[in-house]
């Protein structure tokens, strides 16, 4: 009780509400499957048994951290939380059933942009992870909007797709764009809007509203993939973590990358960044990197990125020479997007 | 990547850690059960699976609204941000089987913070909710140490002890402290140190290191209890819930309470607070608060505090009267610790 103090006022219409109303407002947008036996209002969510394993994974977006509010409006963020996160599930091979939305709201923040988010968070998981449900979460006051998502999945068996597995031999292969999110991420931060040319809005609505080809996963698993990652850092070090989890290289084929590289061509002129650092380094693309063994019809929307090789000195190689780019990390100075070309 | 920013600077003997750092040290401390076929570091947990039933509930712990790092060391946030969410799991008679842990981390936290949390968020885990494993979680930078974390459980079968579910007839019992920690949190407030008399160390401790009977639940739901909640808002407030969710009325037994409010004697004099007070809104306790058939006996550690009686006007009643404190909330305006009688 008394751990849980003043707000400052979730307000509608100039009334402070009380948390009893929001959560009202919440447990009607947010719909729940015949696997929810019971939802929100309770101590915990109860899900159905299901005879394959459970995944779990769980990611925060911290408002000025992960997006700002300048250029992200609360329905993005409602999506986009929801999105990253099944976005992990689909990369287990798993299919997504519960969610648990976590949010820390600033004083005065108004009932219309939590109804907003949530609304954004539901259609996020109609399109992304249909028969997936968000059971439950928390509310809490925060001096930025914070919000903490836990997806909970299932597999068919036993079996997930980790990183380890990839075999010399295998093909690699990727279901996704590569760098566009970046390049969206960089228009809005130098106060790019959303209706531009066809490129620059495809750019920030990548950024913005990612569409992880999550049930992708599930058909990777089922045909044998033997590795598998959602690239959420960039594709070198996504790459990397595979090939070093695999005790493998992997070689990219560079015949396929200019190609890649020329539909970001635009970046050059508009934002000045290098399109080969967009497509190698830029993350938050959500794409599926996974390894398949050979002779394995890929599932829809794979396209082969190069093969694995026997472990070398480098994870990862493009053309003889390592893919040496730099990737960020939460705890490290980061001074601006990579620039050098491999 | 590039949604992955500066930092500022995890630290650790004045060089800047990476987050693959921090993250091996996490993997270290945090113990995984045989459940846990793929822990800490792909991109999802792996669970194995089971025959009964899932639950699942989330709790997020702000610095500066639920507590303060001038009273609470990080340690102390560490076990409190475990014990509440497993609390929830006991609440529902369910077994609380992984976690997982997000943590928002300000600009220049020390790596030995983090490793002071992490080592007592798994002794939380190891007295509370033994058999539990944390398996995984995000860490991102944040205004404010953030602690989101999300509780998994089993039940049995397909059976789950809700809120609704109570019968006129039922016996009312509680398992568990009550005021004990909103007076330690006083305590805290008013600068309270943890080492004075028993009682005030006592207090103290049920603030920072609440151990609620996680165990507990599952006994009651298999001795047949109709109804459990875990008393986190407050006895009034919480019994209520289990009363309108059941459309019963719950009475309280006068004979009981007035020697629960002695034993909180000794805040009328140190805090000028109210031990009725206390015993009926101060939140926090995390003990669990079911009903159960006449003539069950009851499971060790529950205690009968009233009956159930058919829905009257009121939820809660005591000697004819309605039980009617304040309580807390997120989102209202909150003036200080209610100090009026029944």
Same mark, same amino acid.
């Given at each position: ?27 009607? +947008? ?15 969510? =109860? ?29 993005? =963020? ?55 449900? +968000? ?18 999945? =299932? ?31 960089? /228009? ?53 973590? +595979? ?15 200019? &190609? ?7 970046? &050059? ?8 650092? /967009? ?41 003889? &020479? ?21």
């Amino acid at each position: 009780m008394i751990s849980e103090p003043v707000h400052g006022g979730l307000t509608s219409g100039g009334n402070i509400l009380s948390e009893h109303d929001v959560v009202a407002m919440l447990a009607e +947008i947010f719909k729940s499957d015949n696997a929810v036996r019971v939802g929100i209002g309770d101590d915990a969510a =109860v899900l159905a048994a299901h005879p394959g394993h459970t995944v779990v994974s769980s990611d925060m977006l911290v408002e000025g951290v992960d997006f700002e509010l300048a250029w992200a409006s609360m329905a993005d =963020v409602g999506w986009k939380s929801i999105a990253v996160n099944v976005s992990d599930i689909g990369a287990m091979g798993a299919r997504p059933t519960a969610l648990v939305v976590s949010l820390g709201l600033p004083p005065q923040t108004h009932i219309e942009q939590v109804r907003d988010f949530a609304r954004a968070a539901q259609e996020a998981v109609d399109e992304l992870a249909p028969g997936a449900s +968000i059971v439950g979460g928390d509310l809490s006051r925060a001096p930025v909007l914070t919000v903490s998502v836990t997806a909970i999945g =299932v597999l068919d068996g036993d079996r997930a797709l980790l990183r380890a597995g990839a075999r010399p031999g295998d093909v690699v292969a990727y279901n996704g764009e590569l760098g566009l999110a970046a390049a969206g991420l960089a /228009l809005l931060q130098r106060g790019g809007q959303r209706n531009r040319v066809a490129a620059m809005a495809g750019a920030i609505d990548a950024q913005l509203r990612p569409r992880p080809p999550v049930s992708s996963g599930g058909e990777a698993l089922r045909v044998g993939a033997t590795a598998m990652i959602d690239v959420s850092d960039g594709l070198a070090v996504d790459a990397s973590r +595979i090939a070093d989890a695999s005790g493998v290289s992997i070689h990219f084929d560079h015949t396929i990358f200019p &190609r890649l590289a020329s539909g970001l061509g635009w970046t &050059r002129v508009e934002l000045g960044l290098d399109p080969w650092a /967009l497509v190698f380094a830029g993350g938050e693309d959500f794409g599926l990197l996974a390894t398949f063994p050979p002779g394995v019809v890929l599932p829809e929307g794979f396209a082969p990125l190069g093969v694995v090789a026997p472990r070398g000195e480098n994870s990862v190689m493009m053309r003889g &020479r390592p893919v040496d780019y730099p990737h960020w990390d939460h705890f490290e100075q980061a001074t601006g997007l990579p620039l050098k070309q491999p």
